[in-house]
């Protein structure tokens, strides 16, 4: 059984830098797009990130353009998220997220993808 568990999050200052991870398990998922989301209090949960599955394509949302970058390592079914410049309104829980259909574009709604992580807390404070 497929499962994806994020690590990185952490209470950080304003400015500050953190590294998310996700690492999948159960099954291979270097086929596979790959999406980083995150959910604020009484938000809706919102595409920060996305990949293809050969890195031929990336999406970033405006708020997070030129601050965060989508990587991924197939070998090590792990996906990344670098989070840099973060601002307190970065403050939210992070999830991965694996479409397990296949398809070649890069995928921002979150009803494209089948597998969530189980997410972690990303706090910035000001």
């Known amino acids: 059984q497929l499962q994806l568990v994020e690590s990185g999050g952490a209470l950080v200052q304003a400015g500050g830098s953190l590294r998310l991870s996700c690492a999948a398990a159960?099954?291979?998922?270097?086929?596979?797009?790959m999406g980083w989301f995150r959910q604020a209090p009484g938000k809706e949960r919102e595409c920060v990130a996305a990949v293809t599955w050969n890195v031929g394509s990336t999406f970033y949302s405006g708020s997070v353009k030129g601050r965060f970058t989508i990587s991924r390592d197939n070998a090590k079914s792990t996906v990344y998220l670098q989070m840099n410049s973060l601002k307190p309104e970065d403050t939210a829980v992070y999830y991965c997220?694996?479409?397990?259909?296949?398809?070649?574009?890069?995928?921002?709604?979150?009803?494209?993808?089948?597998?969530w992580g189980q997410g972690t807390q990303v706090t910035v404070s000001s």
């Open positions: 997220a694996v479409r397990l259909r296949y398809g070649t574009i890069v995928y921002y709604n979150k009803n494209d993808y089948d597998y």
């Open positions: 159960g099954r291979t998922f270097s086929s596979f797009a």
